[in-house]
């Protein structure tokens, strides 16, 4: 039986360990081509994990060049482009007064100009691919008001918004390219684990059988990442999909 992504070229930002990586080999597993990409030479190790069908390219997205570069590069190698992940991302705390503007600047650059570069240079290989999907990793930041994460929060907004005015763009110029954006909340990966600590997380990782308690771990992630990324999704587009077991509707609940 044929994969759910089956002959689809793939390309995911900070793929070398958690989300991203995770979002690679389910959907190489479902007959996808993936690229992975991150500032991590690790990727090339995460790439060769996963299988032939996958490799790793340095791209480092806060460079406008290097995204150019890479969309050459993945057009020179597959000859197309279906799917975009824009998954790279990092976290530091610091509330609104102990936020510097190097803090700030730092949580813009990676994701929303990281985010803006990969939409921006991949439209045109996957227009002319026939369309495809842009995924873009937001977050319940987006959403609710997290008071240690100003800069993350904003950087998540600025994608949510974004992904909104790509989606509209996409379609009126008949390009056949969805962009939605994904809002898990905390997973179970290095990123959380250095933001949270190891024993925090392996209690919230205790499954007593109730999805609403444990922990999110990355494949509950790259599940939602393979239906966006497949045809089954055609008619998504400009949405924003929690992935938060209900914690930013519940009251009293932290995310
Ligand atoms: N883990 C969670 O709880 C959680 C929740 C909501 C949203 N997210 C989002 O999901 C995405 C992945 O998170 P994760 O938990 O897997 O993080 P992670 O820290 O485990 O992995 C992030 C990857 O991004 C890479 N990266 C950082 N800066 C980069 C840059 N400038 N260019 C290219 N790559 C870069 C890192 O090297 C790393 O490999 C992020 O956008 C994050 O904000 C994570």
Same mark, same amino acid.
């Given at each position: 039986?044929?994969?759910?992504?089956?002959?689809?070229?793939? #390309?995911?930002?900070?793929?070398?360990?958690?989300?991203?990586?995770?979002?690679?080999?389910?959907?190489?597993?479902?007959?996808?081509?993936v =690229?992975?990409?991150d500032?991590?030479?690790?990727?090339?190790?995460?790439?060769?994990?996963?299988?032939?069908?996958?490799?790793?390219?340095?791209?480092? =997205?806060?460079?406008?060049?290097e995204?150019?570069?890479?969309?050459?590069a993945v057009?020179?190698?597959?000859g197309?482009?279906d799917v975009? =992940?824009?998954?790279?991302? #990092?976290?530091?705390?610091?509330? !609104?007064?102990?936020?510097?503007?190097e803090?700030?600047?730092?949580?813009?650059?990676v994701?929303?100009d990281g985010?803006?570069?990969?939409?921006?240079?991949?439209?045109?290989?996957?227009?002319?691919?026939?369309? +495809?999907?842009? !995924?873009?990793?937001?977050?319940?930041?987006?959403?609710v008001?997290?008071?240690?994460?100003?800069?993350?929060?904003?950087?998540?907004?600025?994608?949510?918004?974004?992904t909104r005015? =790509?989606?509209?763009?996409?379609?009126?110029?008949?390009?056949?390219?969805?962009?939605?954006?994904?809002?898990?909340?905390n997973?179970?990966?290095?990123?959380?684990? +250095?933001?949270?600590?190891?024993?925090?997380?392996?209690?919230?990782? #205790?499954?007593?059988?109730?999805?609403?308690?444990r922990?999110?771990?990355?494949?509950?992630?790259?599940?939602?990442?393979?239906?966006?990324?497949?045809?089954?999704? #055609?008619?998504?587009?400009?949405?924003?999909?929690?992935?938060?077991?209900?914690v930013?509707?519940?009251?009293?609940?932290?995310?």
């Open positions: 039986m044929p994969g759910r992504v089956e002959g689809k070229v793939c #390309l995911i930002t900070g793929a070398a360990v958690g989300l991203g990586y995770a979002d690679a080999k389910l959907l190489h597993e479902q007959g996808a081509t =690229v992975l990409t500032v991590d030479p690790e990727g090339e190790k995460s790439a060769k994990s996963i299988g032939e069908r996958a490799s790793f390219m340095h791209l480092d =997205v806060t460079s406008e060049t995204w150019i570069e890479t969309i050459d057009e020179e190698q597959h197309r482009l975009l =992940v824009n998954n790279a991302g #990092l976290v530091k705390g610091a509330d !609104i007064e102990a936020c510097t503007a803090l700030w600047r730092l949580h813009m650059s994701m929303a985010t803006f570069f990969g939409c921006k240079h991949a439209i045109p290989l996957m227009a002319a691919s026939g369309g +495809g999907s842009i !995924i873009n990793m937001a977050s319940t930041a987006s959403t008001g997290i008071a240690g994460l100003p800069a993350y929060s904003a950087a998540k907004g600025a994608i949510t918004s974004l005015s =790509v989606a509209v763009h996409c379609l009126d110029k008949g390009y056949e390219i969805r962009c939605n954006s994904v809002h898990p909340t997973t179970d990966t290095p990123m959380l684990r +250095g933001a949270i600590g190891d024993e925090a997380i392996e209690r919230g990782s #205790l499954d007593d059988g109730t999805p609403l308690t922990t999110s771990r990355p494949i509950d992630v790259a599940n939602l990442i393979l239906y966006l990324a497949s045809d089954e999704s #055609l008619m998504a587009t400009g949405a924003a999909f929690a992935l938060d077991r209900g930013t509707i519940m009251e009293g609940v932290s995310p």
